[in-house]
């Protein structure tokens, strides 16, 4: 559907991106960096994530995040309505996060154990745009 609408689509490269982007938001939201985040995801996205950051450093909290491996990528729905295309991407991952308090102690989560993870993220584009960019658009624990 995508590369009808706009034939320089590449599936592939778009996987690889989506893999690198999902990595650098899942980083960038355990180190509070507002910055890469607000680059990556659309509005109601990041405002999520900011209110889950401030919330977090309120409480004098530090979350770690480790990637290890992502073991699966693959798209589970594509939509285009008109120029609006999104996409919904299943990641299976192995991380190791741990939070600390204000004093260092863990709080949730192990830094010695890593985990697998299911997220189902959505990312979106208005086809036949300058920017190239997808933006994260919602985002859901998988199964």
Do not use: C, H
Not at 37 to 47: A, G, N, P, Q, T
Not at 110 to 133: H, I, K, Q
Request: hydrophobic content about 40%; aromatic content about 8%; proline content about 2%.
């Amino acid at each position: 559907q995508i590369a009808a609408a706009e034939p320089a689509f590449d599936g592939k490269a778009f996987l690889g991106g989506a893999k690198m982007a999902y990595e650098s938001i899942v980083i960038a939201f355990a180190a509070g960096d507002r910055r890469t985040l607000k680059s990556l995801l659309s509005k109601d996205v990041y405002e999520g994530f900011e209110r889950a950051i401030t919330d977090r450093e309120k409480r004098g909290e530090r979350a770690e995040t480790t990637f290890v491996s992502i073991d699966d990528a693959s798209i589970a729905n594509v939509d285009v309505k008109g120029r609006n295309a999104q996409v919904t991407e299943r990641f299976v991952s192995k991380l190791i996060t741990v939070t600390r308090d204000a004093k260092g102690a863990v709080i949730d989560g192990s830094p010695d154990t890593v985990v697998e993870v299911t997220d189902v993220w959505t990312f979106a584009r208005t086809l036949g745009a300058r920017d190239p960019n997808w933006q994260l658009v919602a985002t859901e624990s998988g199964q």
